[in-house]
C-alpha cells in the first residue's frame, strides 16, 4: 500500500507542478516570424576604409555575420538575405511583450545589437596632440570570427585572447605600442585600454585587467560581434505580419493536441498498465521539453514544432518497445517481477542507441547546418536528453512501485492472455 500511495502522490505533486507553471510556459514562450510576426530591417553596406569596395565575398561574410549575431542563441531563426550589390535585408522575430511599448522596446534592442559591433576600433594616441586616442590601429573586422575567448591565468584572473587575421599587423601595432595603451572603443565609448606588454608577433593577444568573468566575458562578446567586413547604416525598419497567420496556428495547436490525445488512448488500451505510466510520463516529457525551450529562450517555429512532435514519437517508440520486451517475458512463463526487470533491462539497450544514433544525426545537423537546420537540431537533441529522462528512467520508477505494490500481478494488466503464456 505504501508503494501505491507513493505513487499517487508523486503523480499528483507533478502535475500540480505542471498545472501551476503551464500557463506561465506558454505565454513566455516565444513564436517565430512564420507565426507571430516581427520586423525587417533594410541594411546598405559601406567599405569600413576610404576608397574601399564592396565585394560580393564581404556582402555574403557579412550577412552571416549578422546573422550569427541575430541568433546567438541558435533557436532565434532569424532571415537574413542580401539584395543587390551592397544591402542585407534582416528580418526577424518579435515576441516580447504584449503592448505596443513593450514591442518597441524590443525592437529597438535588436536594431541596437545589429548595428553596435561595425563601429568596434582599436586606437592608440600615436600623434594625438591632445592625448586622446585619435590614431585607428586596427577594426573589428581585422580579428577573426568568434576567437575571442575567456581564459583564466595561473592565479585565476579572467583574461581575454583574442585572434587575427593578419600576423603581422598585429606584430607591427603591438612592436611600436609596446608600454602604450591599445584602446578599444564601440561606438566613440572607451571600452578599455590595455597596455601592450610585449610585441606580439604569433597572430594572438592577451588582455588581462578584467575584475571578474562577467567583465571578461563581456569584452569577449563585443570583440567577437564587432569582426564584420563591412560597416552597416540602417535604411528603414518596418514590422512585417506572420506567415501563417492566427488561424493556421491555432489549427496546428489542435491538431497536436489532437495526436496526443489519440495516443494517449491508443497507449492505455493497447499495452493497459504500461500504457497507463507512458500516458503519465508523456505528459511530464511534454512538460519538461517545454520548461527547457523557456529556459533556453528559444523561438517557436514550424521547424521547432516538427521537431517537438518528432520528440513526441520517439518518446512513444521508447514506452512501446519496453511494454513489448514486458509482454514477450510474460509470454515465456516468468512472473511480473522477473519480466519487469528483464523486459527493462532488454528494451534499454535497444532505447539508448536508438537515441544515440538521432543524437549523431542531431549533432550533425547541428555543428554543418545554419538558420533553421540549426534550430531544428537544438530543438531535436534537447527532446532526446528529455526523453531520456522522462521515458526510459521514469516510467521503469512508476512500474517498479506498482508491481512491488502486490496489486498488479496478472498478466491481463499488462495486455497478456493467460492462453499466450508458455508452460515452464
Known amino acids: 500500500m505504501k508503494r501505491i500511495v507513493a505513487f499517487v ?3 499528483l505533486v507533478s502535475f500540480g507542478i505542471m498545472g501551476a507553471f503551464t500557463p506561465g510556459l506558454l505565454n513566455g514562450t516565444k513564436l517565430g516570424l512564420d507565426l507571430k510576426g516581427g520586423v525587417e530591417i533594410l541594411y546598405e553596406a559601406f567599405p569600413l576604409t576610404e576608397g574601399g569596395v564592396v565585394t560580393k565575398e564581404a556582402l555574403i561574410q557579412t550577412a552571416k555575420s549578422l546573422e550569427k549575431r541575430a ?10 538575405t542580401t539584395e543587390g550589390k551592397n544591402r542585407i535585408r534582416l528580418k526577424i522575430a518579435v515576441s516580447t511583450g504584449s503592448t505596443d511599448k513593450e514591442r518597441d522596446d524590443a525592437v529597438e534592442k535588436i536594431r541596437d545589437l545589429m548595428k553596435r559591433p561595425a563601429e568596434l ?10 592625448g586622446s586616442y585619435c590614431k585607428l590601429e586596427l577594426l573589428g573586422s581585422d580579428f577573426k570570427e568568434g576567437a575571442a575567448k575567456v581564459e583564466f591565468d595561473n592565479l585565476s584572473r579572467p583574461l581575454v585572447r583574442i585572434e587575427v587575421n593578419d600576423k603581422k599587423k598585429l606584430a607591427d601595432v603591438s612592436t611600436k605600442l609596446v608600454n602604450k595603451n591599445l584602446a578599444i572603443y564601440l561606438d566613440e565609448d ?6 601592450v606588454q610585449q610585441p606580439l608577433t604569433d597572430g594572438t593577444a592577451v588582455i588581462s585587467g578584467q575584475e571578474n568573468r562577467e567583465e571578461a566575458q563581456n569584452l569577449a562578446d563585443i570583440i567577437n560581434l564587432g569582426a564584420l ?4 547604416t540602417e535604411k528603414y525598419t518596418q514590422s512585417v505580419g506572420a506567415t501563417l497567420g492566427k488561424q493556421s496556428l491555432n489549427d496546428t495547436l489542435f491538431a497536436g493536441v489532437l495526436a496526443s490525445v489519440l495516443i494517449l488512448i491508443f497507449m492505455l ?7 497507463l505510466v507512458a500516458s503519465i510520463c508523456l505528459l511530464v516529457f511534454v512538460w519538461v521539453l517545454l520548461g527547457v525551450f523557456y529556459l533556453m529562450g528559444a523561438t517557436l517555429t514550424l ?9 513526441i514519437g520517439i518518446a512513444v ?57 540549426k534550430s531544428f537540431a537544438v530543438v531535436l537533441i534537447a527532446s532526446i536528453l528529455v526523453n531520456i529522462l522522462t521515458n526510459v528512467f521514469l516510467p521503469r520508477y512508476f512500474l517498479n512501485l506498482l508491481v512491488k505494490s502486490g496489486y498488479f500481478n496478472k498478466p491481463s494488466y499488462y495486455s497478456v492472455k493467460e492462453g499466450e503464456i508458455d508452460a515452464l
Open 9 to 11: 502522490l508523486v503523480v
Open 71 to 80: 541568433n546567438k542563441t541558435n533557436v532565434a531563426e532569424p532571415e537574413v
Open 121 to 130: 576600433q582599436f586606437r592608440s594616441a600615436e600623434g594625438c596632440a591632445d
Open 190 to 195: 572607451l571600452i578599455s585600454d590595455p597596455v
Open 229 to 232: 567586413p563591412l560597416k552597416l
Open 269 to 275: 488500451v493497447l499495452y493497459r498498465l504500461p500504457g
Open 303 to 311: 521547424p521547432g514544432i516538427a521537431a517537438f512532435v518528432l520528440g
Open 317 to 373: 517508440d521508447s514506452n512501446i518497445i519496453t511494454a513489448e520486451r514486458i509482454k514477450d517475458e510474460l509470454r515465456t512463463g516468468k512472473t511480473i517481477t522477473s519480466s519487469l526487470r528483464a523486459g527493462a533491462k532488454n528494451s534499454f539497450r535497444t532505447i539508448i542507441d536508438a537515441h544515440i544514433t538521432t543524437l549523431i544525426a542531431g549533432s550533425v545537423l547541428y555543428f554543418m547546418g545554419h538558420g533553421i537546420v
